[in-house]
């Protein structure tokens, strides 16, 4: 099980923000265009605090992802995932949902996202991805920023960046902490 450190905003653009002295981008990556399915059954998962995501990549595996025990403080979430490749729900997450569960899941809500994401770089070394997607669920659409802290980053670390990154962005009028999740926007805006 990983542990997701991320900063999320609502975005009025696709292009990456200004950033703080010693804070810069690498290479733009190639653009994504991505599927994202969320699974549920009478809101067994939701009503848990949990979401199942089954993401389409055009050009990379189906792949998906157990979210869970996510905590929030300004625009810094923090949650567990089991993420896993596989064209059926793999084994670890049908374990840790429950096999009923699993034989019942269907799906609440799907959105489309154009991914752009850059290497974030503090000081020359790469301490996290930036992105932005531009998301489609219904016939809602609306812009995030993401800034997801790589594996290699500690907690303590994550937790300080992600201090110093807040209180930058809140001089940009073009961002706004977001304070739900992907999931939570595509089903307000059902």
Do not use: C
Request: charged share 25%; hydrophobic share 40%; glycine share 6%.
């Amino acid at each position: 099980m990983n542990r997701e450190r991320e900063l999320k905003y609502a975005a009025q653009s696709s292009e990456p923000p200004p950033l703080p002295h010693g804070w810069s981008l690498g290479p733009e990556r190639t653009i994504a265009e991505i599927v994202d399915t969320y699974l549920d059954h009478a809101a067994t998962l939701i009503t848990r605090g949990w979401a199942l995501r089954r993401r389409e990549t055009v050009g990379a595996p189906t792949r998906y992802t157990l979210k869970r025990n996510a905590q929030q403080v300004g625009a810094f979430h923090q949650r567990d995932e089991i993420e896993r490749e596989g064209d059926q729900i793999p084994a670890e997450i049908v374990h840790e949902i429950g096999a009923q569960l699993a034989s019942e899941l269907h799906e609440i809500v799907t959105m489309r996202q154009r991914r752009r994401s850059w290497p974030l770089q503090l000081n020359g070394s790469v301490v996290a991805d930036l992105t932005t997607d531009v998301i489609q669920s219904g016939s809602a659409q609306w812009t995030e920023l993401e800034v997801e802290f790589v594996p290699s980053v500690s907690d303590a670390d994550a937790t300080e960046m992600a201090t110093d990154l807040q209180a930058f962005f809140a001089g940009d009028e073009t961002l706004t902490p977001s304070r739900q999740s992907k999931l939570e926007a595509a089903i307000a805006a059902l």
